[in-house]
Nanobody, 126 residues
Framework: QVQLVESGGGLVQAGASLRLSCATS????????MGWFRQAPGKEREFVGL????????YYVDSVKGRFAISRDNAEKTVYLQMNSLKPEDTGVYYC???????????????????WGQGTQVTVSS
């Protein structure tokens, strides 16, 4: 089993920054990819970005590229989502998820992620 726990969400004003954490436990090997998703009220869950365990390569959706950054701490087995210049449209519940390596290094669909955290709320006011 793989367990994921998100934290760090909150209520901030537009232009502020937040750093979300995803603490992992279980058998997440170097071939796993760690993704971040978000779900706004009344909308479907959407892909935000990912990081590869093996080399730390990252990928982001266009709407957050240049504002968000994903990193990892191997010692703490934790993945981070640094969010800068937050906008009201960034509001939603943010989830971290783990995808096994056999899906490849670029996985954008929620269906390709096997394990999920409980989510943490991010609210950006204008």
């Amino acid at each position: 089993q793989v367990q994921l726990v998100e934290s760090g969400g909150g209520l901030v004003q537009a232009g502020a920054s937040l750093r979300l954490s995803c603490a992992t436990s279980g058998r997440t090997g170097s071939t796993y990819n760690m993704g971040w998703f978000r779900q706004a009220p009344g909308k479907e869950r959407e892909f935000v970005g990912l990081i590869n365990w093996s080399g730390g390569a990252t990928y982001y959706v266009d709407s957050v590229k240049g504002r968000f950054a994903i990193s990892r701490d191997n010692a703490e087995k934790t993945v981070y989502l640094q969010m800068n210049s937050l906008k009201p449209e960034d509001t939603g519940v943010y989830y971290c998820a783990a995808s096994p390596g056999y899906y490849g290094p670029r996985v954008y669909s929620p269906h390709e992620y096997q394990y999920w955290g409980q989510g943490t709320q991010v609210t950006v006011s204008s």
